[in-house]
């Protein structure tokens, strides 16, 4: 179920395929009002996970791009991340069930990381 009023979409989610709200990204909220009316019913294609992967598979051996919505699913969170969401924002977010599952999926920035060594080195100086 889409709301574009209020810039948030509904989704069966997890494993127990319970109902979610999820926000919706401005442009995107843009994108789609423009396209208005949408169709009733899906506002994507795909009726399976199985099928999502077969079209993204199809258009990565067109491109020459390695690409799955796991990856997408890191790169989201290390995003967030680097933004400086806490990890309870990227839990909800993504809807991660634990802190222990988002940290899999954020990967540390190496120069954020050596930033924040930089810091406790010269606290200790002091």
Same mark, same amino acid.
């Given at each position: 179920m889409l709301d574009l009023a209020n810039r948030r979409f509904r989704q069966k989610t997890g494993k127990i395929k319970t109902w979610k709200w999820f926000a919706l990204h401005p442009e995107v909220t843009k994108i789609l009002a423009d396209r208005a009316p949408l169709p009733a019913g899906r506002l994507l294609r795909w009726g399976s996970l199985q099928s999502v992967y077969h079209h993204i598979k199809k258009l990565c051996r067109r491109t020459g791009i390695a690409f799955t919505p796991?990856?997408?699913r890191h790169s989201f %969170?290390?995003?967030l991340r680097e933004e400086g969401a806490d990890l309870r924002? #990227?839990?909800e977010a993504g809807d991660w069930r634990s802190v222990k599952s988002v940290v899999r999926y /954020?990967? /540390?920035n190496l120069d954020h990381v050596r930033a924040a060594l %930089?810091? #406790?080195g010269k606290r200790n100086s002091k």
């Open positions: 796991h990856m997408g %969170a290390t995003w924002l #990227i839990m /954020a990967d /540390a %930089a810091k #406790i």
